[in-house]
């Protein structure tokens, strides 16, 4: 299964399927998840889902230091290859979306191991975030 984008029709069977996988991906965020924020966000448009067998990836069109990006804000799956599911097969499909979106780019805010996985997919490291919790 490629990955592709979830549209409307096909979005409870789709959320459904992948649903445990993204829970998971929420419960690593700085504030824990809420899937009731998720589900809104995707109800609205906010937030876009892209599915594949394996894994799930929620996007977000939005501003970066004035450049339209399109931010890849989840990525969760089945395997712990979800990542390299996501943009090994489905990059292409992100991409095109995004740039006829007027997006320049995608971004990403991840984990440090995520840079193995990024670089080969054309993605360079161009900040750190870092976070100090009182």
Known sequence: MAVKRVLHGE???EYSRVREWLLAALST????GDEGCLL?????KRYQLCTSENAACVTELCEVDGVEVCLLLLVAGKQHDA???VLGEGQE???????ER???GLYGIG????RRVLVPHGF????MNYYKEF
Do not use: H, M, N, Y
């Open 29 to 32: 965020q700085l504030g824990g």
């Open 40 to 44: 809104r966000d995707l109800g609205s």
């Open 83 to 85: 990542l390299d599911e």
């Open 93 to 99: 499909t992100i991409e095109q979306w995004a740039k």
């Open 102 to 104: 007027g997006c320049k």
């Open 111 to 114: 984990r440090p191991e995520w």
């Open 11 to 13: 979005f409870r069977d």
């Open 124 to 127: 360079k490291v161009v900040s």
